[in-house]
């Protein structure tokens, strides 16, 4: 599985193609040249690139392609020697460290923290002066500088482990605190380690060639990057060509670093790809769109919309939607049925490489026609959004007016003076103009929601998503902030898994189930005569005032990963599923999807 | 007492909880008593900051209490200047938290989390494959039956890895299981499962603290709701 996250990343196929290209020229380049790298001939001292040697002679006459090929070789060892202590000793040390708190803690803790205090090549000039210059000297004076980095990484790792869910469920288990480091601790720690000793094998090789450079490291005649560099300095006027074998290594090196050190940084701890336009459209491109009779009036058309993941995932397939000015649409279904999908489709969020077929257009215009550029323009004028959490969706580090500002910020203008005060105050923030100066940590989440609804509505947006806007907010809360959201926007799509909630703020309901519509209609026919059997067993699992016990469905939705279901995909979980409902897909007719609704 | 009855799971008796803050001194629980006894499922609500999961941390002897005392099973938990708490067994209390993917190892095969509990000190050496096929069985019994044992927490929904994380703590026959908002951010049909799973195991004899503040949830199962106030 990792494997191929890592060859998914692009930066990672570079990275280590130059830095297999720097290895395979340090094992085997001086074995293809044959040239003595320390041989030195003073009938060709300062000889030009040409036929015979291709990168020139220094001033003994020695070929300098033979040299760079010999010092890359000494200097990645060192590298690689470096490397390997540091991150041995770094994550012993910290493990440690971490493991036993108290006063051994407390004592490694202030090493590191000296360690990384000073200048790690002040500490390794002082070691080189203290044990004299030598290559091996040199090696020894860097691991002395560099431990403390992958000691600290390892000694969070293992110190915050001990609040760690998974380890908290084992310790009340009983599994002894020694199966607990090796079992929970360890493996993570490690990779954690190594991908933070990974970014600094660039800073290595620099501070290596730096140091060589000043005649600290391996002495001649042996060939070394930073020491070649030194040399030719005297002769750099006349004979420039004695630069571009070692620094074209050196910066293939510590490129060939960063890029492998990125990648396996991704790769361990996979971010959401923040990239979007650059997905493949199928489908019906650009066709017109169908004129019915509610055209005027639809804010948001989405016409057979299918939306396939990367991976395979066919998260959206054939919607068709449409909501018109005014209107508040709500999308309800259980985790994974394609709601969210939906509402990342309409703001454009898709990850890179995701492809939708369809067609979607926001207030006549179609999206598929709309530049990077131009699509940027719209997001916050034309459309609005309300995440599911606020604190996750603000700055902690900036006040929550700073927040509410930003729609103005991103389109390079400034809320007039006590505006965002004003807005914030009509969704009834108490004190708002006081209160928007604190972070968003002192704020509670309610109040705080009802700050992202002021700074998604900044524009007047035509079209609001909110994607589960409460569902991260105490209950009691909900009623108030969807009440407040349906004031302060125009239409609104509204994505929920709670139908009794929807219920009371919403004209429309759509009920989606793996990636399908099911049922729609309005939202009092929906809640009072369901038809579809999914959406009876959604409102069956609804918590009701009164507490009757909640009935469950049983399974779990298809897996919508390659192929999607030959027949209904709700058959596996349906009561009533007859031989057709596993054979052929239901299509929607008269609003609901369901061979058994459509045949009695 | 007239009659001979066996203590309760879990006694707390006028604890208090205080953190500091910098803000000052913030009292999240202050001289609470309850007890649970087998079977009983003991709903706890409140606003967000009115000190539910501190309460529940202190039930389960996650955390020790400033003043007032936890005994389970009739034992007082802390004894001297002990950092973690004295359980009757292993296992004895088990917990269920609010972010299903984090409380399980990521790196980790669903049913090693599943069996973990089973591999502790004390209990019978299993083979894997006895683990994997208990795990099996757990997920049948759970209706996750589809669900593949060998498969990682990432290539799972929050509800399930929910209920996997359940089933590591009932696997455990735990006599108490605690349970810190089990349905935040899940779906209602989530929602609905869990509380089976939880009655289920209440049925069979283990007391259940639940706390969450989606109290027409609560009510739907649980015996007794304790309302806490900031």
Known sequence: MMAAQLLRQRGFLIGPGLGLAVVALAVLGPVLVGVDPDLPDYAHQLAAPGAEHWLGTDQSGRDQLARTLAGTRTSLLAVLIVFTLTTTIGLVVGSLAGYLGGIVDAAIGRVIDAMLGLPSQIIALAVVGALGVGSTNLVLAIVVSGWAYPARIARAAVLGSHQRLDVIAARMAGIGPARILVGHVLPGTLATVLVAATTTVGETVLTLAGLSFLGLGAQPPTAELGQMLADSQSALVSSPWLLVGPTTVIAATVVAAMLVSDALRDAIDPQPPHRTRHHRRSGTPATPMPDTDDSVAAVLRITDLTVTYPDGTHAVRAVTLSVAAGECVAVVGESGCGKSTLARAVLELLPAGTAIGGALAIDGVDLTTVSPPALRRMRGRTVGYVAQDPYAACDPLHSVAHHVAEPWRNHRQRPPRGEVSRRVSALDVDRAATRLTERPHHWSGGMLQRATIAAAGAHDPVLTIADEPTSALDAHLADDILTALRRSCRALLLVSHDLHLVARHSDRVIVMYAGRVVETGPTADILERPRHPYTRALIAATPQPGGAPLVSLPGTPPSLVGAPPAGCAFAARCADATDICHDREPVLAAGVACWNVATS | ?230
């Open chain 2, 1 to 230: 007492m007239s009659t001979p009855s066996p203590p309760p799971i879990v006694t707390a008796d006028e604890v208090t909880r205080a953190y500091a803050t910098a803000r000052g001194t913030v009292t999240a629980v202050h001289e609470v008593s309850l007890t649970v006894t087998p079977r009983q499922i003991l709903g706890i609500s409140g606003p967000s900051g009115s000190g539910k999961s501190t309460l529940l941390r202190l039930l389960a002897g996650i955390e020790r209490p400033d003043t007032g005392t936890i005994h389970f099973a009739g034992q007082p938990a802390w004894t001297g200047r002990s950092r973690t708490a004295r359980y009757p067994r292993p296992g004895y209390v088990m917990p269920i938290f609010q972010a299903p993917s984090a409380s399980l190892n990521p790196r980790w095969p669903i049913w090693r989390s599943i069996t973990e509990p089973l591999t502790a000190p004390g209990r019978d050496r299993q083979h894997p494959a006895q683990l994997r096929a208990t795990a099996a069985d757990w997920l049948d019994r759970a209706r996750l039956g589809h669900v593949d044992p060998t498969i990682r927490p990432g290539d799972l929904s929050g509800g399930q890895c929910q209920r996997i994380a359940i089933l590591r703590a009932l696997v455990a026959q735990p006599a108490l299981v605690i349970a810190d908002e089990p349905t935040a951010r899940q779906d209602v049909i989530t929602a609905a499962a869990i509380s089976e799973l939880l009655t289920h195991a209440a049925a069979h004899g283990t007391g259940l603290v639940v706390v969450s503040h989606d109290t027409a949830w609560l009510d739907t199962f649980a015996h007794h709701t304790h309302r806490m106030t900031p």
